[in-house]
T-cell receptor
Framework: QKEVEQNSGPLSVPEGAIASLNCTYS??????FFWYRQYSGKSPELIMF????GDKEDGRFTAQLNKASQYVSLLIRDSQPSDSATYLC?????????????FGKGTLLTVNP | ETGVTQSPTHLIKTRGQQVTLRCSSQ?????VSWYQQALGQGPQFIFQ???????GRGNFPPRFSGLQFPNYSSELNVNALELDDSALYLC????????????FGPGTRLLVL
């Protein structure tokens, strides 16, 4: 069974610092990964997706995929209190298709002013 | 806002009852996936609908069923409700030709008493 695991945290960083969130996965054939942000009481919101080995940057967010080590990470630079949320890592389901996303349990991030 | 809508937002039912949840997909999306998110957990895939047919199912019993309509909207039906069915039910829409990135609606919070 394909699994995606995250450090449940919580992770606490001061405002302006870099927050580093990590995720490991079991299926070596997985091709793509997604990071969602979920505020308390709300639904997940897509932040980044990454298909290729290496880094992908979008504003203050950088996703990193290392297929050899089977991990995915999300870096948030210049963290803001508004970044405080649960971050969910998700990978594809059967056959590498994205139709069935397998989620980790999420990492709760708190950014302290 | 993703353009995915769900109704109702909240629902309270008693054990043994049946419930129907509704989802309208984002414009241009033809695929709808349903997820169940228990408190403190990541979303778990229930099933996906594409072209009005079930296109994959997670580890949920047959009392969880669904429909997709010609306008791509979808329903999730749960029969014989159990206390453990209390959760946030999320609908995600996607387009088959865009790497199937899934965008979530606001969710329906179901409480079974």
């Amino acid at each position: 069974q394909k699994e995606v695991e995250q450090n449940s945290g919580p992770l606490s960083v001061p405002e302006g610092a870099i927050a580093s969130l990590n995720c490991t996965y079991s299926d070596r054939g997985s091709q793509s990964f997604f990071w969602y942000r979920q505020y308390s009481g709300k639904s997940p919101e897509l932040i980044m997706f990454i298909y290729s080995n290496g880094d992908k940057e979008d504003g203050r967010f950088t996703a990193q995929l290392n297929k050899a080590s089977q991990y995915v990470s999300l870096l948030i630079r210049d963290s803001q209190p508004s970044d405080s949320a649960t971050y969910l890592c998700a990978g594809p389901g059967s056959g590498g298709s994205n139709y069935k996303l397998t989620f980790g349990k999420g990492t709760l991030l708190t950014v302290n002013p | 806002e993703t353009g995915v809508t769900q109704s109702p937002t909240h629902l309270i039912k008693t054990r043994g009852q049946q419930v129907t949840l509704r989802c309208s997909s984002q414009s241009g999306h033809n695929t709808v996936s349903w997820y169940q998110q228990a408190l403190g957990q990541g979303p778990q895939f229930i099933f996906q609908y594409y072209r009005e047919e079930e296109n994959g199912r997670g580890n949920f019993p047959p009392r969880f069923s669904g429909l997709q309509f010609p306008n791509y909207s979808s329903e999730l039906n749960v029969n014989a409700l159990e206390l453990d069915d209390s959760a946030l039910y999320l609908c995600a829409s996607s387009a088959r030709d865009t790497q199937e990135t899934q965008y979530f609606g606001p969710g329906t919070r179901l409480l079974v008493l």
